[in-house]
């Protein structure tokens, strides 16, 4: 089956500092990824649909400033957490898919701001 | 704005037992609705995808069900096994645009041996 790749898996950071996610479709071209925000015991959050080669679609209260999306290539999108708060912390997840009806889910990146 | 809620939060069985994981959701016009399973600190797997017009799926020991008027959708995993310990989610698509998914907070199953 398709897979869809993130890197880091886990990252710690200082308070202030920028932190970029990535995100990749291992063996598929990606028009489109979706990017989700999971905090402890809550729902996974849509934040943002990214689209190759223009702008990304923030989801309401999603700030566009401070989550930098880039979808430079058919494979690869990445979500820039910028001057990373405590707050921010959370388990960031991307999918993608080759059909509507098909999401693949990356294994995730937990991001802990100290 | 669609909303799924899925009971019970949480569900402790003896391995063995059959059980049913329960998801509503607000608007009856989806796309289509799927049960995935997250494992601690790990991505999602697919389960089972039911399309609007279908009422079941079926892999293995699990068997979705969906009753898209009410709104609600059910999860049966027969003869759970330890190895079924997870969280399980519900999410649905809303028409139009299948990719956009809306999520419940979803089941933690905890099957002991």
């Known amino acids: 089956g398709a897979v869809v790749s993130q890197h880091p898996s886990w990252v710690i950071c200082k308070s202030g500092t920028s932190v970029k996610i990535e995100c990749r479709s291992l063996d598929f071209q990606a028009t489109t990824m979706f990017w989700y925000r999971q905090f402890p015991k809550q729902s996974l959050m849509l934040m943002a649909t990214?689209?190759?080669?223009?702008?990304?679609?923030?989801e309401q209260g999603v700030e566009k400033d401070k989550f930098l999306i880039n979808h430079a290539s058919l494979t690869l999108s990445t979500l820039t957490v910028t001057s990373a708060h405590p707050e921010d912390s959370s388990f960031y997840i991307c999918?993608?898919?080759?059909?509507?009806?098909?999401?693949?889910f990356g294994p995730g990146t937990r991001l802990t701001v100290l | 704005k669609q909303e799924v809620t899925q009971i019970p939060a949480a569900l402790s069985v003896p391995e063995g037992e059959n059980l049913v994981l329960n998801c509503s959701f607000t608007?009856?016009?989806?796309?289509?609705l799927q049960w995935f399973r997250q494992d601690p600190g790990k991505g999602l797997t697919s389960l089972l995808l039911?399309?609007?017009?279908?009422r079941e799926q079926t892999s293995g020991r699990l068997n979705a069900s969906l009753d898209k008027s009410s709104g609600r959708s059910t999860l049966y995993i027969a003869a759970s096994q330890p190895g079924d310990s997870a969280t399980y989610l519900c999410?649905?698509?809303?028409?139009?645009?299948?990719?956009?998914?809306?999520f419940g907070k979803g089941t933690k199953l905890t099957v002991n041996p």
């Open positions: 990214s689209n190759e080669g223009s702008k990304a679609t923030y």
């Open positions: 999918s993608s898919g080759r059909a509507p009806d098909t999401q693949y």
């Open positions: 039911i399309q609007s017009s279908q």
């Open positions: 999410a649905v698509a809303t028409q139009g645009g299948s990719e956009k998914l809306v």
């Open positions: 608007d009856s016009a989806i796309y289509n």
